[in-house]
C-alpha cells in the first residue's frame, strides 16, 4: 500500500506542475483563440479535481505498477504514452464527432500533449517510487 501512495503522490505532483504550465502558456495562446466563447473563464475546480483524481490513479495502475513488476523505466514511459494516447483521444476526437466547431489543431495539440505529458509523469512517478522504495 505504501508503494501505491508513493507513486500515487510522486505521480501527482509531477504531473500537476507540467500540466499548470502548458495550461498557463497554452490556454492564451492556443485554446482562446481557436475556441473563444466555448471556455469558461478561469476552470471548473470541481470538474478538474476529480480528474486529476481519476487519471492519476490510471496512470498509477496502467502505467507505473507493470514497470515497477518489470523493474524497467522503458515500461512506464512506453504505458505511460499509450495512456496518454488514448485518454486524449477520447477526449477530443469525440469532440471533434459531436461538437460543430470543435478545432483540428486543437485535437493535435492535445494528442501530442497528453501523450508527452503522461509518459513524462509515468517515468518520473516509477523512478521517484522506486527509489522510495528500494531505500526502505
Not at 505532483?13 to 481557436?34: E, M
Not at 499509450?82 to 478545432?103: C, E, I, R, S, V
Amino acid at each position: 500500500m505504501k508503494t501505491y501512495g508513493i507513486a500515487y503522490v510522486a505521480t501527482g505532483l509531477v504531473f500537476l506542475a507540467i500540466d499548470a504550465i502548458w495550461l498557463t502558456v497554452a490556454a492564451q495562446r492556443l485554446y482562446r483563440p481557436l475556441m473563444g466563447d466555448m471556455l469558461v473563464d478561469g476552470f471548473r475546480l470541481a470538474p478538474a479535481v476529480l480528474f486529476y483524481l481519476v487519471y492519476i490513479a490510471g496512470i498509477v495502475v496502467f502505467a507505473i505498477l507493470p514497470a515497477l513488476a518489470s523493474d524497467r523505466w522503458t515500461t512506464a514511459t512506453s504505458f505511460g504514452a499509450f495512456l496518454g494516447l488514448f485518454a486524449y483521444a477520447t477526449y477530443d476526437l469525440t469532440n471533434q464527432a459531436t461538437l460543430k466547431n470543435w478545432p483540428v489543431m486543437v485535437t493535435v495539440a492535445d494528442l501530442c500533449w497528453g501523450t508527452f505529458l503522461t509518459a513524462v509523469a509515468a517515468t518520473a512517478g516509477f523512478l521517484i517510487t522506486r527509489a522510495f522504495t528500494s531505500a526502505s
